[in-house]
Nanobody
Framework: QVQLVESGGGLVQAGGSVRLSCAAS????????MGWFRQGRGKEREFVAA????????YYADSVKGRFTISRDNAKNTMYLQMNSLKPEDTAVYYC????????????????????WGQGTQVTVSS
């Protein structure tokens, strides 16, 4: 059993920055690839970023590449998503997820690769 708790969301102006955190407990955090997904109102959940167990491999959606940075601190059982140059279209509920794999390459862009999800945190970007 894995528990994932996101934090750090809120209201930010376009062009601003936000850092999301995902605190994990339960299964050995350092053995799992992790990911961030988001779901805007009326939209399907979409991939944002993923990171391998060691942090050595990262993957991004084209829409956030160059603006968002995913990282992790295995000593703190926490994953982060630094979001810069935010746009109104980044408005969504952001979810963190854990995969039962150490890495998965490009397959980590699929939500089906993950077996545990957090409850989500809202990020709203005003124009």
């Amino acid at each position: 059993q894995v528990q994932l708790v996101e934090s750090g969301g809120g209201l930010v102006q376009a062009g601003g920055s936000v850092r999301l955190s995902c605190a994990a407990s339960g299964r050995t955090f350092s053995s799992n690839a992790m990911g961030w997904f988001r779901q805007g109102r009326g939209k399907e959940r979409e991939f944002v970023a993923a990171i391998s167990w060691s942090g050595g491999s990262t993957y991004y959606a084209d829409s956030v590449k160059g603006r968002f940075t995913i990282s992790r601190d295995n000593a703190k059982n926490t994953m982060y998503l630094q979001m810069n140059s935010l746009k109104p279209e980044d408005t969504a509920v952001y979810y963190c997820a854990a995969a039962p794999y150490m890495n998965g390459g490009q397959r980590l862009k699929s939500s089906g690769m993950y077996d545990y999800w957090g409850q989500g945190t809202q990020v709203t970007v005003s124009s």
